[in-house]
């Protein structure tokens, strides 16, 4: 390709929305031009890179025998109102209604139109497992959009689903997925995380997130040095139940009301106390929603209440996860209860709660609580609390687990060692989903011996433009943006120093020798100085550039490596040869690095 | 691939809704699934024929230097209000509100975003020509969706659009697309007809449609043997004004009120006054709306009329051609008038209207009229006619042209041989569309005297899926489809009898040299009988079979034609080199054939 014949508008300057590397440079480069508010347009450079980040995903997807689909993006809303999610997605589903008045959704997710065509087909067990994939375009109404591609309101996005017979079958998919994704990732020249995800309201039974780090990221990772990973949502730690002992505490002593006069925070009361934040029990009012009871004996259907609320016992220096109370609770959401809820529930000013003689509300308790003596609490009257309170004895909560926020220092549940935190986003997740859609939207197969069951479902996704966006961010310098080969829009520039005389038949002969060898060549053919040639192709990061100068021709010309900023004189006769040599090398080690 | 992992799930009986052979075909070899009215899934044999009639596209526009872009589907609906047609478009056109109430398009057509990002870039005329495209999603929210995909709501377009410095330019790049567009069709195997189309109320001044003959298409396509051909709505032939001579007639007489009591059509009339229709002049009074009247001197902008009447005159054997018509006034649509309207403005019952002394509305003529003499015309006077009238004399047109609808028979215009009609269903289209877009979306550049100038504009469109569809209207037996081998979705099926033993041997080994020398294989692994075996292959379509058979091997198998039937034995060692080498072989014959 010539230069002067794509189109490539660069920038000097780029717009004060633009944060963070990948979007300024994308934009800087010319490939990605903005419509609207999360809404933007790849121009032919931006095109050609996330095309190879698309076929990346499919050979690794046709090299494990998942199967590709082109359902619509425009689908009917039937399908969601079936599966619940009509009601339940949110704000961020667009919503339609065609001339006759029928709803219609654009895609932000497509369990529901999968799963209605493998139920149309689905007869025998002999036809599972069935795993079946789409590239297509997706639309989620994101609140705040911002980054570029990299939240955007309309992507593109890999999503598979898988359909099976038992949960081996879903486990051996799921894991032929991690490994695709790794490689995939890996040709991309990403370094991922993979960490361990909730399943929670989504009901599943294993999840996998693979996060790139990142400053801006959404996501807090967890971290060991032994390898551990796992999401903030998720992450477990060691107990710490030495912490929870009271050293000078007496377990024989009653409980007793002491008064507080407004002190109401840890901290106020650590002061008031002369004790420290572990030795109380914080006690939290959560207000859970869409609680998924369980199911009578009589009724399949489990029976969903809108709203309850909870007390929440914690160890004073530790917090709540709300992922993991949600996911106890099944709950779809969880929030702290209003002031007048928790004045109601517990007769007393917010900042007096406590689990002694509480019983609106059932109690739920992180386990470092139970593992504490002589503890502190609030009393559930104004301005006192309580001393000498023994878990087990003076109250016995409903449920125990582990609900505390894992953070930077605590113990790693697999080896011991203190953990640590990265902000991370999220480029792809696999799923266990179970049984959630085969149910609500009647799938059924018939085993060997003929009786009518559900098949068990995985889904697993991954965003193309927050990939590709991705890449730039871990490969780039001042300059610009230093591309894989894999996935650079150019394998080679070709830059004569000028495009006239020897230069230009150098250049010209170079070209076609790399294109006829298999090489992707921009052949910079603009009447420009030298200097903004290798300004603009720094920019745009073509992994490699053979610089045709007067001074080493006739002999030579100079082969410049973007990355390491190595330059070495090669044979004219022998330029293409060469480079195409290093290209093709360069591919086939990522290809067989795994 | 072999059968037994891949989803191809086969039908014996079709939905009744399914009545043309592609939808049929599609349904029962297991190409498409519905998900809704006018909404189809591809399963992934139909995907892969589809991509390669995508990437038959992509090829031919790189060819000759065509830019592909993606924009987003889903564009905000600013872009569209600018234009002026997110009020014109009409109900065809999908919108949704934002969670901030902001309205966004799910793209029908692009001219709006293209036009966007070409405006945000351009400065100078050195910039241009630019020709961009994409092959991305549409909606349409067809009233009628029907014929599977080949009038679907969703479906995806190639559409392209070219920014000019002038005419010769545009023309050019029209010029360069209907060749590339020949090369696309001819490479998909189909007959497809160059069609002079409309360009009306879109203000264009040139446009070709490509068609291809169907019973059940929208378009009535004008022909000759000498290969002139046009859609009936820009068809013209050669005028016959001796036709239009009444041989009897007495020029010299005056205009003569008769009563017709009662005689309102051509039929009543010719037979009461004992004529021919030839003799009559009719007069249609039709309202027009949204015309776009004459620009004053002092104003660019042309007004506009929401709604005017015209009476249009034509000879008594002759339809009004209401495309024309509306092209002619420049309106966005033509329709016979009420009867109210009719009554109000000829101050007579309907069936009486004629053009002398009518001065309520302008007349239009068509140009056969101005040849007519001594004609029979409705007296705006109830049970009255006008005998006696003389064109030009007795009244005076406000416009004469060429109005009537040409029709099998009528004089070609190039060669004055009689023409024929045919259905058609446009598979693509070019345009000039000329300033439209860029004057209402402020377009401009530089030109070389440092001069501010509006780019002229092209628009080309090709519906993939259609054009799909088209393939298989044009290439099936009663057995099912006969992909040519440039769309299919394999190119040779290797059938062993059994899948076992010797055959299963020579079915692997063969399969595997085939992939090796790059042929597009499927493997049919199942434990059917043959006869299933051999009905699924014609169904589908794969243009070549390699049966693999006890009664021949050792030494051989057969190879197969779909199309033609014959079969041959080859040697087991060679079969694979055999298939590759006619599969390559007809390819590139399809390639250079132009």
């Given at each position: 390709m010539q230069m002067s014949k794509t189109w490539m508008p660069t920038l000097r300057d780029v717009p004060?929305?633009?944060?963070?590397v990948s979007h300024k440079l994308m934009l800087r480069s010319g490939m990605i031009r903005k419509l609207s508010n999360g809404l933007y347009a790849y121009l032919p450079m931006g095109l050609r890179s996330f095309r190879k980040v698309e076929n990346i995903i499919r050979e690794e997807m046709d090299r494990i025998g998942v199967l590709e689909l082109k359902p619509t993006v425009i689908v009917p809303g039937e399908l969601w109102k079936e599966s619940g999610?009509?009601?339940?997605?949110?704000?961020?589903m667009l919503c339609a209604k065609n001339r006759l008045g029928a709803d219609l959704v654009v895609s932000p997710t497509a369990e529901e139109v999968f799963t209605h065509l493998v139920r149309s087909e689905l007869s025998s067990y002999?036809?599972?497992?069935l795993t079946l994939y789409q590239i297509n375009t997706k639309y989620r109404d994101e609140v705040r959009p911002r980054y570029g591609v990299m939240r955007g309101r309309e992507f593109m996005m890999f999503d598979a689903y898988s359909y099976h017979t038992d949960d081996g079958s879903l486990d051996a998919t799921y894991q032929d997925m991690a490994r695709a994704y790794r490689r995939i990732f890996k040709r991309c020249g990403l370094t991922v995380i993979a960490v361990k995800a909730d399943t929670g309201a989504m009901g599943g039974t294993g999840s996998e997130e693979f996060m790139v780090e990142s400053e801006v990221g959404d996501n807090t990772l967890i971290l060991c040095s032994c390898g551990y990973a796992a999401n903030v949502e998720k992450a477990s730690c060691r107990p710490d139940w030495e912490e929870s002992q009271?050293?000078?505490?007496?377990?024989e002593k009653r409980p007793e009301r002491i008064a507080t006069p407004n002190v109401r925070t840890i901290e106020e009361l650590t002061s008031f106390l002369k004790?420290?934040?572990?030795?109380f029990i914080k006690t939290l009012i959560y207000q859970a929603s869409n609680v998924e009871a369980e199911?009578?004996?009589?009724?399949?259907v489990p029976e969903i209440i809108p709203r309850m609320h909870v007390a929440v016992l914690i160890r004073g220096d530790l917090d709540v996860n709300e992922t993991k109370l949600a996911a106890l609770l099944k709950a779809s959401e969880v929030e702290l209860a209003s002031n007048e809820d928790v004045e109601r529930i517990?007769?007393?000013?917010?900042?007096?709660?406590?689990?002694?003689?509480?019983?609106?509300v059932k109690v739920i308790a992180d386990e470092?609580?139970?593992?504490?003596?002589?503890a502190v609490t609030g009393?559930?009257?104004?301005d006192t609390h309580l001393i000498h309170v023994e878990p087990g004895r003076d109250f016995v909560p409903f449920r125990v687990a582990d609900l505390r926020v894992v953070k930077t220092g605590d113990a790693c549940i697999s080896c011991g060692k203190p953990l640590y935190e990265k902000k991370g986003n999220e480029l792809g997740h696999i799923f266990k989903l179970g049984y959630k859609y085969t149910e609500s939207m009647h799938v059924t197969y018939l085993d060997e011996n003929g009786r009518e069951q559900r098949p068990t479902m995985g889904c697993y996704g991954i965003g193309v433009d927050r990939t590709l966006a991705s890449i730039i961010e871990e490969h780039h310098d001042d300059d610009g943006i230093i591309w894989p080969v894999s996935v650079a829009p150019y394998h080679v520039a070709v830059v004569p120093?000028?495009?006239?005389?020897a230069m230009k038949a150098a250049a010209l002969s170079i070209t076609a020798e790399l294109e006829k060898l298999g090489v992707e060549v921009l052949l910079?053919?603009?009447?420009?100085r030298p200097g903004v040639k290798f300004k603009d192709m720094d920019l745009i990061g073509i992994p490699y550039k053979i610089i045709v100068g007067e001074k080493n021709l006739p002999a030579n010309v100079e082969l410049k490596d973007r990355k390491t900023g190595t330059v070495r004189l090669v044979p004219v006769g022998e330029a293409a040869q060469i480079a195409a040599a290093i290209i093709k090398d360069e591919l086939s080690l990522i290809l067989d690095r795994e």
């Open positions: 004060a929305d633009a944060v963070i999610r009509f009601e339940t997605f949110g704000a961020g002999k036809q599972l497992p009271n050293a000078a505490g007496n377990r004790t420290t934040p572990k030795a199911p009578k004996p009589d009724s399949s517990t007769n007393a000013p917010v900042g007096f709660a406590g689990p002694v003689g509480l019983s609106s470092t609580v139970m593992h504490m003596h002589d009393a559930n009257a104004g120093i000028q495009f006239e005389g910079d053919d603009r009447e420009e």
